[in-house]
């Protein structure tokens, strides 16, 4: 059996094995953390927030506002092709005010 800080075939046993103690216990604490961002969206749930729409929030947030920006307007390029709402008085309205919403911001 091979010894702690043995050199097997070009591997530091001692090495290998702090590595993979490592990973371990990242993944533990990356369970923990997801369990603990499950509690906070149930908390909002039972606030009368809409989970759904609070994740795509979270989302765009990590995004940067190019990368926003490029999918609002691949969406409403979509949208148009498909003949959803963009070309409505409504959805022109709405197209409107967001247009003066990225405009302030």
């Known amino acids: 059996m091979s010894e702690i800080g043995h050199n097997t075939g070009g591997i530091a046993a001692d090495r290998l094995r ?30 009368g927030f809409d989970v759904k729409v609070l994740r795509q929030l979270i989302r ?19 949208r148009r092709a498909l003949g959803q709402l963009g070309t409505t008085p409504l959805g022109e309205a709405a197209v409107a005010r967001e247009t003066r919403r990225r405009v302030v911001a």
């Open 60 to 78: 765009e947030r990590r995004q940067d506002a190019a990368e926003i920006e490029e999918h609002e307007t691949l969406l409403e390029v979509y």
């Open 18 to 47: 702090s590595i993979v103690e490592r990973i371990e216990r990242l993944s533990e604490e990356k369970d923990a953390l997801a369990t603990d961002i499950r509690e906070v969206y149930a908390e909002a749930k039972s606030a």
